[in-house]
């Protein structure tokens, strides 16, 4: 089992592989001229800050840096949408904040099915905002589910990694 640093530096050496993997492929046929300078820097870091996040997101089932870092991020939001009087959503964001809180540690956090369902909304939120460019999320949504991943990896869930116990599997 990783701490948040060996989370973090899983979830940095996933990263290097996917950028390079999301490198070859806008390489192909030179899709990468699409982008302005600015969004050709600005794209891969919100890719490695979603996978840094997504590879804590795993422990905001216990008190962690991550379960800080998220519920900081989501009172914020939580405060927001009230001022907003957007209460309706700013309950719906308290009904979800506390579902990891009443699971098990190494619960329903950390299995396959929550790596892709969690991320799920960076899939369809640019499909509501920009339906004429279906496969806008796709990229953020790969780089969450590679940093949840590497925490995944990281635990020992996908396989055994060498000096460190077997989690609880796939």
Request: include cysteine; hydrophobic fraction near 55%; aromatic fraction near 16%.
């Amino acid at each position: 089992m990783a701490g948040y640093r060996g989370h973090l530096a899983g979830a940095t050496a996933f990263y290097a592989v996917y950028l390079a993997g999301l490198a070859l492929v806008y390489s192909v046929d030179q899709a990468y001229l699409q982008f302005s300078d600015v969004e050709l820097v600005a794209y891969p870091l919100a890719l490695f800050g979603l996978c840094l996040m997504f590879g804590l997101w795993p422990d905001v089932d216990t008190n962690s840096k991550g379960q800080n870092l998220f519920y900081s991020i989501f009172f914020l939001v939580d405060v927001v949408l009230i001022a907003a009087e957007r209460f309706e959503q700013a309950a719906y964001l308290g009904l979800f904040c506390i579902l990891p809180a009443i699971g098990k540690h190494r619960g329903w956090t950390h299995s396959p099915w929550a790596m892709l369902i969690i991320p799920s909304p960076l899939l369809a939120l640019p499909l509501l905002v920009a339906p004429e460019k279906p496969f806008a999320g796709l990229p953020f949504y790969g780089a969450a589910v590679i940093g949840y991943f590497s925490h995944l990896v990281m635990d020992g869930l996908v396989w055994r990694l060498p000096g460190r116990r077997k989690g609880a599997g796939w």
